[in-house]
């Protein structure tokens, strides 16, 4: 009982929805740049997916995607190739819809197999697929 309730007053209710996203950004921190992927994003962070000892809590970092959104943050959490990021300053909701996926897209594959961003997988070719014979 004691320890449900100690659990209980470490669980923080999360400011800002998330949204899913798979975005390839550039990261700067400490003078070295790398590749990291935009995991989920909101309004006040996000989650990073990185290579491996690139960044630790208490880091700065500036992030940059493809068509030239910007932001800078802090490092927040990490857990093995997995960062969070709280913003310096809130992101605009518009920015955050535009990097994360569209409802609309993934209600119309629900029951296709899917990547863990929920994006469709390529159907395999013919000769690839395994034969009811082969089962």
Not at 42 to 70: H, Q, Y
Not at 111 to 126: E, H, I, Y
């Amino acid at each position: 009982m004691e320890q449900t309730r100690a659990v209980r007053q470490r669980i923080v209710k999360r400011q800002y929805d998330r949204v899913k996203s798979s975005h390839r950004v550039e990261c700067r921190a400490g003078g070295h740049q790398f590749s990291a992927v935009l995991a989920n994003v909101s309004v006040g962070g996000c989650m990073l997916e990185i290579p491996r000892n690139r960044l630790s809590i208490a880091d700065r970092v500036n992030i940059k995607v493809d068509n030239g959104i910007r932001t800078s943050g802090i490092v927040v959490w990490d857990r093995n190739a997995f960062v969070g990021i709280k913003f310096d300053s809130c992101l605009h909701e518009a920015v955050v819809s535009f990097l994360g996926f569209s409802a609309k897209a993934s209600h119309l594959t629900r029951n296709a197999p899917s990547d863990r961003f929920g994006r469709a997988l390529p159907r395999l070719r013919a000769h690839l697929r395994p034969s009811m014979m082969n089962i």
